[in-house]
T-cell receptor
Framework: QKEVEQNSGPLSVPEGAIASLNCTYSDRGSQSFFWYRQYSGKSPELIMS????GDKEDGRFTAQLNKASQYVSLLIRDSQPSDSATYLC?????????????FGQGTILTVHP | DTGVSQNPRHKITKRGQNVTFRCDPISEHNRLYWYRQTLGQGPEFLTYFQNEAQLEKSRLLSDRFSAERPKGSFSTLEIQRTEQGDSAMYLC??????????????FGPGTRLTVL
């Protein structure tokens, strides 16, 4: 079992729709959770961080965390063609390894006009 | 621009050669991280520093790889006797502080290594 798994893509949604991206993780000691967006040939850029169970909203983006189910998701409302990218889920462990991020393989999102 | 910078942006080398990459973190960030990313995969952790101390190294970091951060500012990643399997994007990230909760890591543009 991979440490961080994301739903297999690619995911294609029409402009204006809600895109839902999912991620599960195996380490119950994980403390911090991040979503990064990566355009082709570019480096990852942070979209959201979430540390506590529940929802966290920032503009069109909502991150959801359920530590009991070891599940984190990202919703993108009113999707735009400019949202087309690879979305990376990253999980940070607690304890002495808290400097290390473990990434999922990424989900490719395409928003078509 | 005060973001993370990396040099060079691209490096093409022949198998067996040594290469060195440099990363300059965001000013006053005391944590610095190196990751490697291959096509279609997420970044894989290699190592990280808090100030000048190297606190963790991945099993991926074979003895051909060495990283330094001598004065707690910029860092270098050296790969000796490069192999074709080393071809990847090498990403550097920094974060502002340590502590019990991981702070956000900000990534540089990466160095793309191609080993012929």
């Amino acid at each position: 079992q991979k440490e961080v798994e994301q739903n297999s893509g690619p995911l294609s949604v029409p402009e204006g729709a809600i895109a839902s991206l999912n991620c599960t993780y195996s380490d119950r000691g994980s403390q911090s959770f991040f979503w990064y967006r990566q355009y082709s040939g570019k480096s990852p850029e942070l979209i959201m961080s979430i540390y506590s169970n529940g929802d966290k909203e920032d503009g069109r983006f909502t991150a959801q965390l359920n530590k009991a189910s070891q599940y984190v998701s990202l919703l993108i409302r009113d999707s735009q063609p400019s949202d087309s990218a690879t979305y990376l889920c990253a999980v940070a462990a607690g304890g002495t390894s808290y400097g290390k991020l473990t990434f999922g393989q990424g989900t490719i999102l395409t928003v078509h006009p | 621009d005060t973001g993370v910078s990396q040099n060079p942006r691209h490096k093409i080398t022949k198998r067996g050669q040594n290469v060195t990459f440099r990363c300059d973190p965001i000013s006053e960030h005391n944590r610095l991280y190196w990751y490697r990313q291959t096509l279609g995969q997420g970044p894989e952790f290699l190592t990280y520093f808090q100030n000048e101390a190297q606190l963790e190294k991945s099993r991926l970091l074979s003895d051909r790889f060495s990283a330094e951060r001598p004065k707690g500012s910029f860092s270098t990643l050296e790969i000796q006797r490069t192999e074709q399997g080393d071809s990847a994007m090498y990403l550097c990230a920094s974060s502002p502080r340590g502590g019990a909760r991981t702070d956000t890591q900000y990534f540089g543009p990466g160095t793309r290594l191609t080993v012929l």
